[in-house]
C-alpha cells in the first residue's frame, strides 16, 4: 500500500507541478488578479532614456452574475521610463501595483529611435528575460514610437496586441514580410554573415480609426543600428531572395495593356552557389505555381500562347522584385540580410571560412543571377474554352 | 543479498530516465556549440564509444552472477569496502550535481525569482522515503514512467517538425579533430550509469547483455531526436539558451494550445525524482554492504542531509554553479564507474577461473 501511495504520489506531484505552469501560479504566491499579464510591449527611447508602454489585461474587470463583463475596457495601457528596459517596467510595477508576466505577451514593438541606438539592449532583456517566450513576433515602427502603435485607437474594447498580431500573422502568409520571432532575432544576430530584417509596422488612419499596417521591413547593419527600410514589394522579393513566400498575389499586365493578378500557391527558391572564382557566385532559381485571380478585360479564352504570355509577364515581375530587393540590401545598405553567407556556410565550409571575417566587403559585390519559372495552375472558377 | 529480484528491462528503465536527466537538462561545456550538427553526429558515436568502454561491463555481466563488490570481497574484503566507499562518493556527487542542476532548471525556468531551496528539500525527502521501498518498486514505476516522458518527447518532437529550418543546421565536422573528440567524450558522460549493472547483478534476473546493447542505442537514439529538434528548431539560438530542451518546448504548439513546456516539466520532475531516487539506492546498497548491520532508513536519511545540504549551499550563487559544466569532473567518474571498476572486476573472474583451473590440474596430476 506505502508502495503505491508513494510512488503514485511522486507522479501526481511531478505532473501537479508541472500543470502549475498553464496558470499564472508561475509567480507562487501571486493570485491572478495581481499579475500585470502583459499582452504587447512597446520600447522606445527617448533624450538616451528607455520609454516602455504595454497593454495588459484588465483582469480586474467587474463582472455580472451571468459571466457577461460590465463596463471598462478589456484592456489598460501603462508606461514608464528608465535607464534601462527593467527600471522603466519597474516603473509601471509602481504604477499599476502588479507583477509583470511576459508569458502571454503577443507582440513586441520597438520604436524607430530606439532602432537606430538601443536594439542590441532591448534584444538582450528580450532574450534573457525568464518567461518571455522566443515565438513571440517582433516589429519595428516606421517613421515613428512603439506607444503609438500600442495605444493606437484602433476599436472600442478590444485587445489591439490580438490585432496587431493578427495583422504581423497575416502579412507572413500574404508575403508582404517575413515574421521575425524573437528566435530569429537572435539567430540573425547571432550569425557572422547575417543582419537583421525586421517586419515594419504603422498605423494609417481612415475615417478617425486607426488600423495596423506593415509597410515592408526595417534592414539592420552588423551593429544592430537601422540603416533602412525595404518597402512592399522589396520585401516580397525579400522573401523570393529568401524562400519564404507561402501566398500572396502578384499584379502584372501582357505586353504594358492587359492588367492581372495572380495568386501564389506555391514557391520555393533553390540556390546554387560557384565557389570556383575570386568570390562565390549565387544563382536562384524560383519555381513559382500561381492561380489567375483577376484580369481587367475579362479574357475567356486561353490558348497556350496567351497562358504563356502570363507566365512570362508574372516571371518579369518577379524577376524585378528580386533584383530591387538585391539591388537594395547589396548596393544601397550592403547588409546580408539574405542569409546568403549562412547558405555558403552550408554549400562549401571552406569557402564561407575564407571570407567571414571580410563578408561586408565581398557581400555587395556578389554576382546573384535570378531565373523564375513560372507555371499557371487554374484560371479560377471562369470556364475556358477555345473560340 | 536482496531476495527480491528484478528484470533487467526494470533495471534499464531506472538508467534510461537517469541519463534522460542528463539529457533534458542539458548545459553546454565550455567551448560545445549544441547548435553543431557534430553534434548530432556524437550523439551517433555514443553508441560505438559507450559500447567500447562498456566492454568490461558487458563482460562482467554476461561471466558473473553476483555484484561486483561481493566479487571484490572474494578476493579481498577490505579491497572491496574501499570500492564501496568510491561508489557511495561518486554516486553522491552525481545526486548533488542531479539536485543542483534541477534547482537551476526550477529557478530559472520554472518558478523564476524564487527561492526554491524548500520546493527541492521536499522532492528530496519524497526520494528519500521512495528509495525506501527498494529498486525493485523503483524499476517497476520507472518502465511507466518511460513509456509517459517518451510519449511527452515525441509530442514534442512532432510538433516542433513543422518549425523545423533547414538553415539552422551547419555543415557536418566543423570542429577540428580533438575538439571533436572532446566533445564525443562529454556527450558519453551523460551515461554513467552504464556501469550500474555490475553492481546490482546479483539482483537481476536472466541475461543482461542484450538488453544492455538496447540501452545504450534507446540512449543514443533519444539524444538524437532531442537534439535534432534542438538545432532544426532553434539554431544558433539554443547556444544561448540556459536550457535548449526546454526552450524547444515553449515553441510548439498543437492548434490553440500553445503550453506544451507544461507536459514537459511534468515528465522531467518524473526523470529527477527517479534519478535521485535510483542514486540514493546505489548509495544505501554500498553503505549497507560496508555496514551490514545499519538500519536501512539511515542511508536514504543522511543522504537527504547531505543532498539538502548541498542544495542550500549552492543555490545562493551562480558561481557555484560552475562544477555543473565541468567536463573533467563529469568524465573522470564516467570512466571509474563504466570501465576501471567493471574491468577490475573482469580480471578477478578470469583470474579466478585461471587459479580454479590450475588448482583442477593440479589435483588431477596429485591424484
Known sequence: MLKKILIYGAAALAVGIGFLQFTGTQKLGTELSELMI?????????????????????????????????????????????????????????????????????????????????????????????????????????????????????????????????????????????????????????????????????????????????????????????????????????????????????????????????????????????????????????????????????????????????????????????????????????????????????????????????????????????????????????????K | MNSVKMTSTQLYSVMYLSVLVGVFMYLSHEGMSISSVDTLIHSLLLIVINAVFAIPVFYYVSHCDSGILETFSLVSPAFSKVIASLYIFLFTIGNIRTVARFDLFVTSEMFEQTDMTLFIIAIIIICALLSLLGIEALGRGSIIFSVIVVGASLLIF?????????????????SDGIDFLKDTMSISTYTVVLGVPVLYRGEIKGKMSKSLLMFICSVSLTMFIVILTIIGTLGTFADYQIFPSFAISTIGKISLFERLEAFETAAWILCVISKITFFMLIVSKCVEFLFPKINKKVSPAVTAIILSASVIIISGSIKRFSFLTSLWQIAVPYFIVVTVLPLAGCLLIKKSKINKRKREFSEAENA
Open chain 1, 38 to 386: 502583459i499582452q504587447s510591449m512597446g520600447i522606445d527611447v527617448e533624450d538616451d532614456r528607455y520609454s516602455v508602454t504595454v497593454e495588459i489585461l484588465n483582469n480586474e474587470q467587474t463582472g455580472s452574475a451571468n459571466g457577461e463583463v460590465q463596463s471598462e475596457e478589456k484592456t489598460k495601457i501603462y508606461s514608464g521610463n528608465g535607464e534601462t528596459v527593467s527600471e522603466a517596467l519597474s516603473e509601471i510595477i509602481k504604477k499599476s501595483g502588479n507583477r509583470p508576466l511576459y508569458a502571454h505577451n503577443r507582440a513586441i514593438i520597438i520604436g524607430e529611435e530606439a532602432a537606430k541606438t538601443k536594439l542590441t539592449g532591448i534584444l538582450d532583456f528580450i532574450e534573457r528575460d525568464y518567461n518571455t517566450r522566443a515565438t513571440v513576433p517582433v516589429a519595428i515602427v516606421k517613421g515613428g514610437k512603439a506607444t503609438d502603435i500600442i495605444t493606437a485607437d484602433v476599436g472600442m474594447n478590444v485587445i489591439r496586441a490580438q490585432i496587431l498580431e493578427n495583422v504581423l500573422e497575416e502579412s507572413e502568409k500574404v508575403s508582404y514580410s517575413q515574421r521575425m520571432r524573437i528566435l530569429d532575432v537572435a539567430n540573425y544576430k547571432y550569425e557572422q554573415t547575417t543582419s537583421l530584417v525586421i517586419p515594419a509596422i504603422k498605423t494609417v488612419k481612415n475615417n478617425e480609426k486607426e488600423f495596423y499596417y506593415i509597410d515592408g521591413s526595417a534592414v539592420f547593419d552588423k551593429n544592430n543600428k537601422l540603416s533602412g527600410y525595404l518597402n512592399e514589394q522589396q520585401s516580397m522579393g525579400l522573401g523570393f531572395l529568401k524562400n519564404k513566400i507561402q501566398n500572396g498575389v502578384i499584379g502584372s499586365d501582357i505586353d504594358g495593356k492587359q492588367k492581372f493578378s495572380v495568386l501564389i500557391v506555391k514557391s520555393k527558391t533553390e540556390y546554387v552557389i560557384n565557389t570556383d572564382g575570386d568570390i562565390p557566385e549565387y544563382t536562384l532559381n524560383v519555381k513559382l505555381s500561381v492561380d489567375l485571380d483577376e484580369i481587367d478585360n475579362g479574357a475567356y479564352s486561353f490558348d497556350e500562347k496567351y497562358i504563356e504570355k502570363i507566365e512570362n509577364a508574372v516571371s518579369e515581375e518577379v524577376v524585378k522584385m528580386m533584383n530591387r530587393s538585391l539591388y537594395e540590401t547589396q548596393k544601397v545598405y550592403r547588409q546580408d540580410c539574405l542569409r546568403f553567407g549562412r547558405r555558403l556556410l552550408l554549400y562549401d565550409k571552406n569557402a564561407y571560412f575564407k571570407y567571414n571575417d571580410k563578408w561586408e566587403e565581398i557581400f555587395p559585390e556578389i554576382p546573384v543571377y535570378v531565373n523564375v519559372d513560372v507555371q499557371l495552375r487554374r484560371l479560377g472558377e471562369i470556364s475556358f474554352f477555345k
Open chain 2, 158 to 174: 512532432f510538433t516542433n517538425m513543422q518549425e523545423f529550418d533547414s538553415l539552422n543546421f551547419t555543415p557536418p565536422f566543423l
